[in-house]
């Protein structure tokens, strides 16, 4: 939270700021993706019509699973940010950042930056090429899916593969 009062009391001079701010949880394409608290720096400057120019750096370390192996993989988030918040926008509004009183929420600030600025895949490390396997009958992890082409979904795709190419030799 930024208390901005002393900024609209004197519009055009510019106030720095340091803080955290927790982020929830976010479903990103079916991924659940974790946030520590997120380290938001910069400044901050009220216009004449009451809107705050608030321009920083966010920092924060998002976990999510390994795309290839599924253990827990963490992935730094940096980013800066320039945005304007309106005095009387409307807070429901996803297009725009808005705040009322004197104090603006940067949790929606910190959610909306972290989440864009995420990997497209999280990897346990840089060098990861394991991939799942799936358990037999026994739970024991050592059976690769290839071995169980009748209970995985793609089964009957596999099968259609494998007869189109005999046929085609």
Request: hydrophobic residues 35%; aromatic residues 8%.
């Amino acid at each position: 939270m930024l208390d901005v009062s002393t900024a609209t009391r004197n519009p055009g001079t510019r106030y720095v700021y340091d803080v955290e701010q927790a982020i929830a949880p976010q479903d990103v394409s079916g991924e659940m993706v974790r946030f520590d608290k997120a380290h938001l720096t910069g400044s901050f400057e009220a216009m004449e019509n009451g809107d705050v120019e608030v321009e920083g750096k966010l920092t924060v370390l998002a976990h999510a699973r390994c795309a290839n192996c599924l253990k827990d993989a963490s992935t730094l988030v940096e980013t800066e940010y320039r945005e304007l918040f309106q005095r009387e926008g409307d807070p429901e509004d996803d297009e725009i950042f808005a705040y009322a009183g004197h104090v603006i929420d940067l949790e929606k600030l910190a959610m909306s930056y972290a989440v864009m600025h995420l990997p497209m895949r999280f990897l346990c490390r840089p060098d990861c090429q394991d991939y799942v396997q799936y358990l037999d009958e026994d739970n024991d992890p050592g059976t690769c899916q290839k071995e169980l082409t009748g209970q995985h979904p793609f089964a009957a795709l596999q099968q259609l593969l494998s007869q189109s190419g005999a046929d085609q030799e």
